[in-house]
C-alpha cells in the first residue's frame, strides 16, 4: 500500500457521449485527486506508442483508428493504491460483462468501444505517465478550508 498516480483517458467514444463530467465525479467522489488533465486528438505515434504491447493483436489496427478518431481526455490521478482502485471504478475490459456501478457497466456494452483506459500497473502508468503528460503532473494537496474563506 502506498500512494501511486495513475493514467486515465476517457477515450473518443466517451468523449462523444457527453460522459467526461460524470466520469470525473466518480474519481473525484472516490477520494483521488486530480494531478493533470488535457484533452487532446491523439496522433499516429501517440497511439501506436500506448497501445505498443497490443500490436501484435488482431483487434490492434481497429484499436489505433478508434483511438485516433477524436478528441480524448487524458487525465492523472493520485492516490493510495491509485492504480488499482482506478481499474475497480472502470471495470472490466467487455462493457456487457461488467458489473453496474463501474463506469464500463454503466455505460459500456462493447470491448472495443468501453469508454476509458486505465493503467493495469506500476510500469504501465509510468510509461503512460510520461508518454501523455511529458512535462509532468501538477504538485498540490487538497485544503479547502482555506480555500472558504479569503
Ligand atoms: P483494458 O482496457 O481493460 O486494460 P486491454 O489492455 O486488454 O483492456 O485492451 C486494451 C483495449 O483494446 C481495450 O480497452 C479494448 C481493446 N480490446 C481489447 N481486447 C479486444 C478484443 N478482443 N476485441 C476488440 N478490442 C479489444
Ligand atoms: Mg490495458
Known amino acids: 500500500?502506498?500512494?501511486q498516480t495513475t493514467f486515465v483517458m476517457v477515450k473518443p467514444d466517451g468523449v462523444q457521449r457527453?460522459?467526461?463530467g460524470n466520469i470525473i465525479q466518480r474519481f473525484e467522489?472516490?477520494?483521488?485527486?486530480l494531478v493533470a488533465l488535457r484533452q487532446i486528438t491523439?496522433?499516429?505515434?501517440?497511439?501506436?506508442?500506448h497501445y505498443?504491447?497490443?500490436?501484435?493483436?488482431?483487434?490492434?489496427?481497429?484499436?489505433i483508428e478508434f483511438i485516433t478518431s477524436g478528441p480524448v481526455v487524458a487525465m492523472a490521478w493520485t492516490g493510495v493504491d491509485a492504480i488499482s482502485v482506478a481499474r475497480n471504478i472502470i471495470g472490466p475490459t467487455n462493457g456487457r460483462e461488467a458489473a453496474p456501478?463501474?463506469?464500463r457497466g454503466d455505460f459500456a456494452m462493447d470491448i472495443g468501444h468501453n469508454i476509458?483506459?486505465?493503467s493495469?500497473?506500476?510500469d504501465t502508468a509510468a510509461f503512460e505517465l510520461g508518454l501523455w503528460f511529458p512535462e509532468g503532473v501538477i504538485e498540490w494537496t487538497r485544503d479547502a478550508e482555506s480555500q472558504i474563506y479569503e
Do not use: C, Q, W
Open 120 to 122: 493495469d500497473g506500476e
Open 18 to 20: 457527453g460522459l467526461v
Open 42 to 49: 491523439p496522433s499516429l505515434e501517440l497511439a501506436e506508442s
Open 101 to 103: 456501478g463501474t463506469i
Open 29 to 33: 467522489n472516490k477520494g483521488l485527486r
Open 116 to 118: 476509458i483506459h486505465g
Open 1 to 3: 500500500m502506498g500512494m
Open 52 to 63: 505498443a504491447v497490443h500490436s501484435e493483436r488482431p483487434f490492434y489496427s481497429g484499436l
